[in-house]
Antibody
């Protein structure tokens, strides 16, 4: 069974940092592109970042470029999102996802 | 950027009826790299269809996807009570990846 389990969300002040993690199981993680998607409660889905299977290719939505960094550790079957210089508009539920499915999401709240 | 426009915004149907959801892209989606996802209130999205027409593992065969280029369709042949939800199309053929705004399938 495919499982994607996010962790690391929480409340952070504007300008702060947070690191999200996603633990994958039930599929060959190292074969898959992985992405982070966010959703403001009650709104639609927004792609945030993607990483290719070996981690050498990384892509970001313009609004997070220079602030967020996606990475992966194929030895640990894990995906990460380092979020720096956080803004109120980054408040959302963050999901890790791939062609095998979605995680349950972790809430990030940026507020003073 | 590829803009995905879903129609209708809301589809009001009864259980047992057929649902046809449309997703139109502003430019051709490379290699039919299009997903369909289902999301119920308070839950994470669930992958239904990948590569425009292939059902994900465990997805019932009443769900089918079709289309290529700029026009894609998700069909639910006979609506079950658990199918009333929001549906999103999502292209992964070119960056930035984009999602449609969603179609809500509600009980009539």
């Amino acid at each position: 069974e495919v499982q994607l389990v996010e962790s690391g969300g929480g409340l952070v002040q504007p300008g702060g940092s947070l690191r999200l993690s996603c633990a994958a199981s039930g599929f060959t993680f190292s074969d898959q592109w992985m992405i982070w998607v966010r959703q403001v409660p009650g709104k639609g889905l927004e792609w945030v970042a993607s990483v290719n299977p070996d981690g050498s290719g990384k892509y970001y939505v313009d609004s997070v470029k220079g602030r967020f960094t996606i990475s992966r550790d194929n030895g640990k079957n894990s995906l990460y999102l380092q979020m720096d210089s956080l803004r109120a508009e980054d408040t959302a539920v963050y999901y890790c996802a791939g062609a095998k499915g979605w995680g349950q999401g972790t809430l990030v709240t940026v507020s003073s | 950027e590829i803009v995905l426009t879903q129609s209708p915004g809301t589809l009001s149907l009864s259980p047992g009826e057929r649902a046809t959801l449309s997703c139109r892209a502003s430019q051709s989606v490379s290699s039919s790299k299009l997903f369909w996802h289902q999301q119920k209130p308070g839950q994470a999205p669930r992958l239904l269809i990948y590569a425009a027409s292939s059902r994900a593992t465990g997805i019932p065969d009443r769900f089918s996807g079709s289309g290529s280029g700029t026009d894609f369709t998700l069909t639910i042949s006979r609506l079950e009570p658990e199918d009333f939800a929001m549906y999103y199309c999502h292209q992964y053929g070119s960056f930035p990846l984009t999602f449609g705004q969603g179609t809500k399938v509600e009980i009539k």
